[in-house]
């Protein structure tokens, strides 16, 4: 499949769909101002805090209204991050939609596809340039507003409503993950396109395709990499790990029901026993966002390919 025979093909679509597209880039600069300017203001009114003397831990005269103030522009800006967070979670529904609906599955209810198809582009090419389209201008811009995201989330780790970076509307819009989502559901939207051939059927399938996909792997997230075991004596990480299991071992390591301790008929397992702690520290952030991007990376691979086997029984 070489290039030069993509380009008319890629070329049509963007100009069907110019519209579309720039609406969407609109949206994403629009909310990444957004994001931006509410950091900016957040970070002046800290500055201006930070000058009256007043404390927000401590209790001072006259400093009242000073810290209300003060919190509830923090409060707006952690509310504004939180609903980017579920933006960018479903964005890749969106993708896949779009895909699904008026990019494959208009084209094929209207039997427009064949007027493509007779003069001289290959099924192949078409359906290519379908896919490239969508996905270089989402990986772009979905990279681009993941970046701004992670960067809003770290100024907001200093202030009074910190973002857990393991929440899931939290690590769901940042690192590798919302493009392994976006990719694997604009493979999936190509997919029931071809498969259902009718607009809004393809469109509810692909939307419905996205709820167990999240749901299973926000599942199994904790299992795609090895947790670190610590005592709690000595687990020091409740504001930056994830703690997934906790239990209490004897001093043989063996686990051990906590209930039956305590008082003077407790079993000789009880002395020495330990309260422990299974977690992902932060350091597991980047394993387990690769993981999950691989995982989804393979699904959307098996979802093009099998795009392509349909579309080649549709020409048959």
């Not at 000595?234 to 209930?259: I, N, Q, R």
Request: aromatic share 8%; hydrophobic share 50%; charged share 15%.
């Amino acid at each position: 499949m070489s290039t030069p025979a993509l380009r008319g093909p890629v070329r049509v679509t963007v100009r069907l769909h110019r519209t579309a597209l720039w609406i969407v880039g609109a949206l994403a600069l629009a909310g990444i101002a957004a994001v931006i300017a509410t950091q900016l203001w957040t970070a002046s009114a800290t500055d201006t805090f930070a000058g009256t003397g007043c404390s927000v831990a401590h209790t001072t005269r006259g400093c009242g209204i000073t810290v209300r103030d003060f919190l509830d522009v923090e409060l707006r800006s952690y509310r504004l991050l939180r609903y980017a967070g579920m933006v960018m979670m479903l964005l890749p529904a969106l993708v896949g939609v779009f895909v699904a609906g008026p990019l494959i599955a208009r084209e094929l209810e209207n039997g427009t596809f064949r007027l493509s198809w007779t003069q001289g582009v290959p099924p192949a090419h078409w359906l290519a340039a379908r896919l490239v389209v969508p996905a270089a201008a989402t990986v772009a811009g979905v990279c681009v507003l993941s970046a701004v995201f992670a960067w809003a989330r770290s100024r907001a780790g200093s202030t009074d409503y910190p973002l857990d970076v393991y929440e899931r509307d939290v690590y769901g819009a940042m690192g590798t993950v919302p493009v392994g989502y976006t990719l694997c559901m604009l493979a999936l939207g190509a997919l029931a396109g071809l498969l259902l051939r009718r607009t809004f059927p393809a469109m509810i399938a692909t939307v419905v395709a996205y709820g167990p996909l999240t749901l299973i792997l926000n599942r199994v997230r904790e299992h795609l990499w090895p947790t670190v075991r610590s005592t709690e004596d000595s687990w020091s990480g409740h504001d930056t790990s994830w703690a997934v299991d906790s239990g209490t071992l004897t001093a043989a390591g063996k686990p051990l029901d906590p209930t039956v301790c305590g008082g003077s008929g407790e079993p000789a397992a009880c002395k020495g026993a330990v309260s422990y702690v299974d977690h992902h520290p932060l350091s597991h952030f980047w394993p387990l966002q690769l993981v999950e991007t691989g995982i989804l990376l393979a699904l959307a691979a098996l979802a093009v390919a099998l795009a392509f086997r349909v579309l080649r029984g549709l020409h048959a």
